[in-house]
């Protein structure tokens, strides 16, 4: 499977600031996409990242609070913007390698503390 | 709404003991059913089944599902404390690129 990397692994924020995170993969994959973690919760999705075009958000995500990028096959970045207490959580960034399967892989996780 | 559901939510053993884990679901349109164990913050892939009746097995992990009675249990057997994590179930939807995760058994292995 490939190996991911996401950056920072965590960081603590000031409400109305902004925060990216970047996922980087060592092999071109098809898909990437951006989960939320929220505490004590199951794993939410928020946004298919696409390579070269807009996001596909899932219902109750949108791209001016989670400005999306894919600029190419092994790299995407998820901006959470204006943040508040309640965006606390863990995001993961997830690769899926082929059109044949669902497997997704994760990566290791940016854990995201606003105070 | 899709939905996955998963018994118990947490469960302690001691070193040794066989755990089954339980995953039921009510989807519109399923596809396949996938298995992740998470430490810390990663997930990661345990096995991903499509069909009713076969099982899986890695080691000491099996898994089956059962697509008339929309359930999969994965079971661990001689448990260490190794095992000791968060084991989420998802869904995998036709039609769509989205994963529904349900919220995870918290499994503790004493030694």
Redesign the interface.
């Known amino acids: 499977?490939a190996v991911i990397s996401q950056k920072p692994s965590r960081d603590i924020c000031q409400r109305g600031t902004s925060l990216t995170i970047q996922c980087q993969v060592d092999s071109q994959v098809t898909?990437m996409?951006w989960y939320r973690q929220q505490p004590g919760?199951?794993?939410?999705?928020i946004a298919?990242a696409n390579q070269g075009s807009e996001a596909?958000y899932?219902s109750g995500f949108v791209i001016d609070k989670f400005p999306i990028s894919r600029p190419n096959l092994t790299f995407s970045t998820l901006t959470v913007s204006n943040m508040s207490p309640e965006d606390s959580s863990?995001y993961?960034c997830s690769v899926?390698q082929g059109a044949l399967?669902?497997?997704?892989?994760?990566?290791?996780?940016t854990?995201l503390t606003v105070l | 709404e899709d939905k996955v559901v998963q018994s118990p939510l947490s469960l302690v053993v001691h070193e040794g003991d066989t755990v089954t884990l339980n995953c039921s679901y009510e989807v519109t349109n399923f596809r396949s059913l996938l298995w992740y164990k998470q430490e810390k913050k990663a997930p990661t892939f345990l096995f991903m089944l499509t069909s009713s009746g076969i099982e899986k097995k890695s080691g000491r992990l099996s898994s089956i599902l059962d697509k008339k009675e929309l359930f999969s249990i994965l079971n661990i057997t001689a448990t260490q404390t190794g095992d000791s994590a968060i084991y989420l179930c998802a869904v995998a939807l036709g039609g769509s690129e989205k994963l529904v995760f349900g919220k995870g058994t918290k499994l503790t292995v004493n030694p």
């Open positions: 499977s898909m996409f919760q199951s794993l939410t999705l298919t596909t899932e863990i993961l899926r399967t669902d497997t997704q892989y994760f990566g290791p996780g854990r």
